[in-house]
């Protein structure tokens, strides 16, 4: 059975809220100790469906095969 590939895109409104340590972390931003996200608004505007390029395998086997014959 072949693998599918799905690309949803969309936009999304949302607060973060993050607790650090001390000010400096905070305006590094970095290992924040609890984050918290909040999704306001997710609006999805485009979904695509992809078959996953498994068959370029088996051809890649098969021409291996046939230059050595």
Same mark, same amino acid.
């Given at each position: ?14 607060? !973060? ?24 608004? !997710? ?27």
């Amino acid at each position: 059975m072949s693998k599918i590939i799905k690309t949803t895109q969309g936009e999304a409104h949302f607060v !973060l809220k993050e607790e650090y340590e001390n000010e400096n972390a905070a305006i590094e931003g970095k290992d924040p100790t609890t984050q918290d996200a909040d999704i306001q608004e !997710l609006k999805i505007e485009n979904v695509k469906y992809k078959l996953k390029e498994v068959i370029s395998n088996e051809w890649s086997e098969v021409i291996k095969i046939r230059k050595k014959t």
